[in-house]
């Protein structure tokens, strides 16, 4: 999800509540009067992308320290900011087509798949690859890679439906995909598609990865609820904000700081941002 028109500058207050505990750092991202936000994607610098809704429409943002940018595709009621690389690039959706924004250029590249009714691009590496998914005309959704000019079709063999949730920095890709009425996830590098299997959750999905390709976020269906979650070194941390009834984490950086959203109790949407604790390993051992 994501539309855009041109970046109106908030220097507010961010209204957010920092909650330490032992397995790492909650805060909560709030755009300023916005009925409902989501944080999808962070690069190493700690610039945060996501989206936000108001009496207006839907907008996407930028958030670096305390100052929230609202951005929109021009012309667009509805837009959606979904990634963001370490050289300010953002990709997004103003349905039916996504787009590109140069934060230094401050300018917009139009993403649509060859004859796609939707284009949903949701991430980009420093290298300009984006990754994401489309709807064909028999409305279908394909995962598909962008380089440069060319727009390649991602679908694991077998799969009814896929969607390419994240790109890292060597362009290898993750998503997940329905085979055989299921969904299971995946990894596509150098023309080699592999399962990802996460051992020991009901239902995971993938939504995206770090740059090195060591470490995975998603969500799964715990006892309590759908639970986020970061899987590195062959180990899941569990990522639950406080008090929320649903968590789901988006994205991941070099340092490994997650962004996501959570529901609360009244069914509300809220930005994330959760800051792993000092002692955490370093993410190392590449899954894909």
Not at 56 to 69: C, E, I, K, P, R
Not at 115 to 131: D, E, F, H, K, R
């Amino acid at each position: 999800m994501a539309q855009f028109c041109r970046c109106l500058c908030f220097f507010l207050f961010l209204a957010f509540a920092s909650l330490a505990f032992a397995q790492g750092t909650y805060t909560q991202i709030d755009f300023p009067s916005a009925s409902l936000t989501e944080a999808t994607g962070i690069n190493a610098a700690g610039e945060i992308v996501g989206l936000y809704s108001d009496n207006t429409g839907g907008h996407g943002f930028t958030l670096q320290g305390s100052a929230y940018t609202t951005l929109d595709y021009p012309g667009a009621q509805y837009s959606y900011a979904e990634g963001i690389n370490d050289n300010g690039q953002i990709v997004g959706l103003a349905e039916p087509v996504g787009y590109v924004y140069d934060s230094k250029t401050q300018s917009f590249t139009t993403i649509q798949f060859p004859g796609a009714l939707y284009t949903y691009p949701v991430s980009i590496n420093n290298a300009g690859s984006i990754a994401g998914y489309f709807q064909d005309a028999q409305l279908t959704y394909r995962g598909f890679e962008s380089v440069g000019l060319d727009y390649h079709r991602i679908v694991p063999p077998g799969a009814i439906a896929s969607f390419v949730t994240g790109i890292n920095a060597a362009g290898a890709l993750v998503g997940y995909a329905e085979i055989n009425n299921n969904y299971s996830n995946f990894s596509l590098r150098r023309s080699t598609y592999r399962t990802i299997t996460i051992a020991g959750v009901n239902a995971p999905f993938v939504l995206g990865t770090n740059p090195a390709g060591s470490a995975l976020v998603g969500y799964y269906e715990g006892v309590s609820g759908t639970t986020g979650f970061v899987y590195q070194n062959g180990v899941l941390q569990s990522l639950s904000f406080p008090g929320a009834i649903v968590t789901v984490a988006t994205g991941m950086n070099t340092k490994g700081v997650v962004v996501g959203y959570f529901l609360d109790a009244s069914v509300v949407s809220h930005g994330f941002l959760w800051t792993p604790p000092a002692s955490a390993p370093s993410p190392l051992i590449r899954i894909f």
